[in-house]
């Protein structure tokens, strides 16, 4: 495997996992939150797959946000499968512009955010894409934990 197929395969990895942990959501929960801060468990799936549209126009403008513009802006939030449904192409785009860097490219192009204070080479940058997800699904858990539902295992 090449390392560009190998970050792909974590990415794949996690989501594959994140999917086993909302397939565990409730209806009646998606709109429950743990506290007034925190965002309820359906803003907290769709945090998560915008943040691959976000990430994707990070990593194409090497750290430069700009003036971004969100698909996800006045989307109504309604279950599950429309977030799913809705981020899917974004996913794919995703995917597509990190299929296109060279193993040469994780270790040379620059992502710099010093807005941030964050300056990262892109393969650094992009495994931290993936733990973002990663800490996100382990939050969902707690989610579950603290409403009295059962969680799924993810832990195959």
Known sequence: MTPIELII???????????????GISPE??????????KHTLELVRHVLESDHIYHKIVENRGNIGDYESPWTD????????????AESYRLQFFEAIRSFSPEDLSTVVIDRSELGQRR???????????HEAVHTGQM????????????????
């Open 9 to 23: 395969l974590n990415f794949e990895e996690i989501r594959r996992r994140s999917l086993i942990l909302w397939g």
């Open 29 to 38: 929960m998606y709109f429950w939150k743990p506290d007034m801060e925190a």
């Open 75 to 86: 989307r109504p939030y309604t279950d599950l499968k429309d977030e799913l449904e809705f």
């Open 121 to 131: 080479f892109l393969g650094d940058y992009l495994q931290r894409i993936a733990y």
């Open 141 to 156: 858990l707690s989610y579950l934990r603290t409403f009295g539902l059962e969680r799924p295992d993810i832990w195959d």
